[in-house]
């Protein structure tokens, strides 16, 4: 049972618009939030993150949101560039699993210029 | 201040081998977490070593094994590989404590059991 869901398997974007990437869990329990980032052939980068007491989180163009009450969350760029074209995960984490992260399958995102 | 360092890079290996796959953490992190990336699936927490010892561990049977050394890298051991073992093995390391902070990833060695 996928606790971190990621529905859209893949994006395609014009260069300079928004992209927004979708994650949904399902585990109450979770308090922390994470985007990675990953190209071919390099593992995930960290990109950005949400503790479960905010609803924003802003670095540069990229914002996460949270909305806890649909234990929803999505990443925005703005604008978007054809160097952000990767594969985003979704993960989550909780207090007893000690920082153990759940992800989930993955968004391609693609920027076309 | 040095990344995480995985190696090898690629390794082909045969059905019922071991193998033991190798992790370098960044400096001051004293945590190292193990992922198994199959493909087409997001990473899959295998297990995790806090100072030497085993902080948790994922839905992966006995085989898959591991060890934390006193400078804090790590090493992966799987024995009696299987074919669904092929797979990008991703290592982590984060700084203590553990909770709740970013992981810092290698780049992952690609297994292949034929």
């Known amino acids: 049972d996928q606790q971190v869901k990621q529905n859209s398997p893949s994006l395609s974007v014009q260069e300079g618009r928004i992209s927004i990437l979708n994650c949904d869990y399902t585990?109450?329990?979770?308090?922390?939030f994470l985007w990675y980032k990953k190209y071919p052939a390099e593992g995930p980068t960290f990109l950005i993150s949400?503790?479960?007491?905010?609803d924003k989180n802003e670095d540069g163009r990229f914002t996460v949101f949270l909305n806890k009450s649909a234990k929803h969350l999505s990443l925005h760029i703005v604008p978007s560039q054809p160097g952000d074209s990767a594969v985003y995960f979704c993960?989550?984490?909780?207090?007893?699993?000690?920082?153990?992260?759940?992800f989930g399958k993955g968004t391609k995102l693609s920027v076309k210029p | 201040e040095t990344g995480v360092t995985q190696s090898p890079t690629h390794l082909i290996k045969t059905r019922g081998q071991q193998v033991t796959l190798r992790c370098s953490s960044q400096?001051?992190?004293?945590?190292v977490s193990w992922y198994q990336q199959a493909l087409g699936q997001g990473p899959q927490f295998i297990f995790q070593?806090?100072?030497?010892?085993?902080?948790g561990r994922g839905n992966f049977p006995p085989r898959f094994s591991g060890l934390q050394f006193p400078n804090y890298s790590s090493e992966l051991n799987v024995n009696a590989l299987e074919l669904d073992d092929s797979a990008l093995y991703l290592c982590?390391?984060?700084?203590?404590?553990?909770?709740?902070?970013?992981?810092?990833f290698g780049q992952g060695t690609r297994l292949t059991v034929v």
């Open positions: 993960a989550a984490s909780y207090g007893a699993s000690q920082g153990n992260l759940i």
């Open positions: 070593y806090y100072r030497e010892e085993e902080n």
């Open positions: 982590a390391s984060s700084p203590a404590p553990p909770v709740g902070t970013e992981a810092f």
């Open positions: 400096s001051g992190h004293n945590t």
């Open positions: 585990n109450s329990m979770f308090d922390y």
């Open positions: 949400i503790s479960s007491i905010k």
